[in-house]
């Protein structure tokens, strides 16, 4: 079984510093990786996902996420944040071809101050 | 784009009442979920849904049952509700092929629910 640990539950930054959100899984077949972001009183959506390919994922709204196959990790970044990147990111996994149960982190609150 | 509606954002319900929870999708997808939120746990799946009166239990389906009479609807229930279950309910579906595909989730907007 698949599991997703998200090293931060609470990451506090500036307005324009760069800020990374760490996400590792665990698994023994291959998957597919998704990071969701939720913004206040919202759903989630996508940011981006990872299926192959290069291991260097962009997405929406400047960020991007580095698949390590070696590390089990899927590491989400933005170089420069905006007050309005305040919301929870969620990583989650999927096994290819396997059952439709996306597992998910438990979060991490990203919260940019001016 | 995919829509994924839950009618109601906001409930107010009172312990032992029986509750629904209604999502309904325009796309025709096959597969439903519904999802858990609480803070600090992230999303727990309660059930799941690939067809028309096919459910199957996720991973905390105590105290909860589900409804999938037309492919757009599927709907959660709460027999007789009780002050744990408030939480954040989240309706979730994938295109036809498949998450495991890797084809998105798309989720609704939330249902609030508080028990009291």
């Known amino acids: 079984a698949q599991s997703v640990t998200q090293l931060d539950s609470q990451v506090p930054v500036f307005e324009e510093a760069p800020v990374e959100l760490r996400c590792n899984y665990s698994?023994?077949?291959?998957?597919?990786l998704f990071w969701y972001v939720q913004y206040p009183n919202q759903g989630l959506q996508l940011l981006l996902k990872y299926l192959s390919g290069s291991t260097l994922v962009k997405g929406i709204n400047g960020f991007e996420a580095e698949f390590n196959k070696s590390q089990t990790s899927f590491h989400l970044r933005k170089p420069s944040v905006h007050i309005s990147d305040t919301a929870e990111y969620f990583c989650?996994?999927?096994?290819?071809?396997?059952?439709?149960?996306?597992?998910f982190g438990k979060g991490t609150k990203l919260t940019v101050n001016p | 784009d995919v829509k994924v509606t839950q009618s109601s954002r906001y409930l107010v319900k009172r312990t032992g009442e029986k509750v629904f929870l209604e999502c309904v999708q325009d796309?025709?997808?096959?597969?439903m979920f519904w999802y858990r939120q609480d803070p600090g746990l992230g999303l727990r799946l309660i059930y799941f849904?690939?067809?028309?009166?096919?459910?199957e239990k996720g991973d905390i389906p105590e105290g909860y049952s589900v409804s999938r009479e037309k492919k757009e609807r599927f709907s959660l229930i709460l027999e007789s509700a009780s002050t744990n279950q408030t939480s954040m309910y989240l309706c979730?579906?994938?295109?036809?092929?498949?998450?495991?595909?890797?084809?998105?989730?798309?989720f609704g907007e939330g249902s609030w629910l508080t028990v009291v």
């Open positions: 698994s023994s077949v291959s998957v597919y």
């Open positions: 796309m025709d997808h096959e597969n």
């Open positions: 989650a996994v999927i096994t290819q071809g396997g059952s439709e149960k996306l597992v």
């Open positions: 979730a579906s994938p295109p036809t092929r498949g998450a495991s595909s890797g084809n998105t989730i798309y």
């Open positions: 849904s690939y067809d028309v009166k096919m459910k």
